[in-house]
T-cell receptor
Framework: EAGVAQSPRYKIIEKRQSVAFWCNPISGHATLYWYQQILGQGPKLLIQFQNNGVVDDSQLPKDRFSAERLKGVDSTLKIQPAKLEDSAVYLC??????????FGPGTRLTVL | GEDVEQSLFLSVREGDSSVINCTYTDSSSTYLYWYKQEPGAGLQLLTYIFSNMDMKQDQRLTVLLNKKDKHLSLRIADTQTGDSAIYFCAEINTGTASKLTFGTGTRLQVTL
C-alpha cells in the first residue's frame, strides 16, 4: 500500500513570496489533515478535511493560508504572502478511521 | 484546552530499557498515541491505547496508562541504536474536537 505522498520535499523562498504544497493521501482515506511543525515543537493541526469539506480550520491563519481538497482526494496548501515565522515542516496525514492517522514525509519550508 | 507535556531528552545505553513519559490534561481523551520521528522523516505511528485500557504490549513496546494521574508512558525493551529518534505523545477526543494534540516530543539518544 502506497503511503501519503507530499511534494516538494524542500522549499526555500523569500518573505512576501507565495508557496504551495501538494499532498496525495492513501487511497480510500476520506479524512486529510495538514499540520505545521515548527522546529523543536510537536505538529499543530492547521486544517482537517472530510472528503472535500472542511471539518476544522480553527488554527489556520486565514489571512495568508488557504487549503483546498478538490474531488476529495489530493489537497494543496498555499501560503500567500509568506512570513519568516512560517518556516516549518508542513505535514500531511490521512486516515480511514479517526483513531489512526498516517503521515507523509513532510515539506520543509524555509522563509528568508 | 488540551495540553500534552513531555520531557525533552532521554539518553540510554544500547540494550537497556527506555521509558518515555507524557502527561495530558484532557480527561475526555479517547485514544492516546506514540509516534516516532526520525531525522528528515514524517511521523510513524508506533502504537496507541484506548482510554479504557491500562496497558498494551506490542513486541518490544509497552504502553502504560494511568487515567487518574493523566500519565502515559512508553517503555522500549532492549533499546537499539535504530530507536534513536524523537518520540511524540498525542491524544485525541473523538467525541468532540476529533483533533490530534501532540506533545513537544522527547529526543531519545541511544549510546553504545
Amino acid at each position: 500500500e502506497a503511503g501519503v505522498a507530499q511534494s516538494p520535499r524542500y522549499k526555500i523562498i523569500e518573505k512576501r513570496q507565495s508557496v504551495a504544497f501538494w499532498c496525495n493521501p492513501i487511497s480510500g482515506h476520506a479524512t486529510l489533515y495538514w499540520y505545521q511543525q515548527i522546529l523543536g515543537q510537536g505538529p499543530k493541526l492547521l486544517i482537517q478535511f472530510q472528503n472535500n469539506g472542511v471539518v476544522d480550520d480553527s488554527q489556520l491563519p486565514k489571512d495568508r493560508f488557504s487549503a483546498e481538497r478538490l474531488k476529495g482526494v489530493d489537497s494543496t496548501l498555499k501560503i500567500q504572502p509568506a512570513k519568516l515565522e512560517d518556516s516549518a515542516v508542513y505535514l500531511c496525514a490521512s486516515s480511514l478511521a479517526l483513531n489512526e492517522q498516517f503521515f507523509g514525509p513532510g515539506t520543509r519550508l524555509t522563509v528568508l | 484546552g488540551e495540553d500534552v507535556e513531555q520531557s525533552l531528552f532521554l539518553s540510554v545505553r544500547e540494550g537497556d530499557s527506555s521509558v518515555i513519559n507524557c502527561t495530558y490534561t484532557d480527561s475526555s481523551s479517547t485514544y492516546l498515541y506514540w509516534y516516532k520521528q526520525e531525522p528528515g522523516a514524517g511521523l510513524q505511528l508506533l502504537t496507541y491505547i484506548f482510554s479504557n485500557m491500562d496497558m498494551k504490549q506490542d513486541q518490544r513496546l509497552t504502553v502504560l496508562l494511568n487515567k487518574k494521574d493523566k500519565h502515559l508512558s512508553l517503555r522500549i525493551a532492549d533499546t537499539q541504536t535504530g530507536d534513536s529518534a524523537i518520540y511524540f505523545c498525542a491524544e485525541i477526543n473523538t467525541g468532540t474536537a476529533s483533533k490530534l494534540t501532540f506533545g513537544t516530543g522527547t529526543r531519545l539518544q541511544v549510546t553504545l
